[in-house]
Nanobody, 123 residues
């Protein structure tokens, strides 16, 4: 499975972005999908995840209420809608996939990774 993330860019604080992650084959309906991020000098951290069935979602406390993860199984694409962005949201965002429906929050629990897309939030 190959994952291709896109949608990153430069945005002012308070703005919005939508990230997309498209799988090389029908994965969005087969795998649990997650978004992680890594800021300069920091460890990679969990942002949001969605189970393969789609009804189960998890969010990091830092993004709860501001970010929403959704998916389009037919398009094998997972989205991360980010609103009310803050400078501390600046990071490279990665999408990841794993089998099963449970949404794990550790990056070591995911088997497949995209290349990352940079999000920069200016103050």
């Amino acid at each position: 499975v190959q994952l291709q993330a896109s949608g990153g860019g430069l945005v002012q604080a308070g703005g919005s972005l939508r990230l997309s992650c498209t799988a090389s084959r029908r994965s969005a309906g087969t795998f649990t999908m997650g978004w992680f991020r890594q800021a300069p000098g920091k460890e990679r951290e969990f942002v949001a995840g969605i189970g393969k069935i789609g009804s189960r979602t998890e969010y990091a406390d830092s993004v709860l209420g501001r970010f929403v993860i959704t998916k389009d199984d037919a398009a094998s694409t997972v989205f991360l809608r980010m609103t009310s962005l803050k400078p501390e949201d600046t990071a490279v965002y990665y999408c990841a996939a794993r089998t099963g429906n449970y949404v794990y929050t550790r990056d070591t629990d995911y088997s497949y990774w995209g290349q990352g897309t940079l999000v920069t939030v200016s103050s």
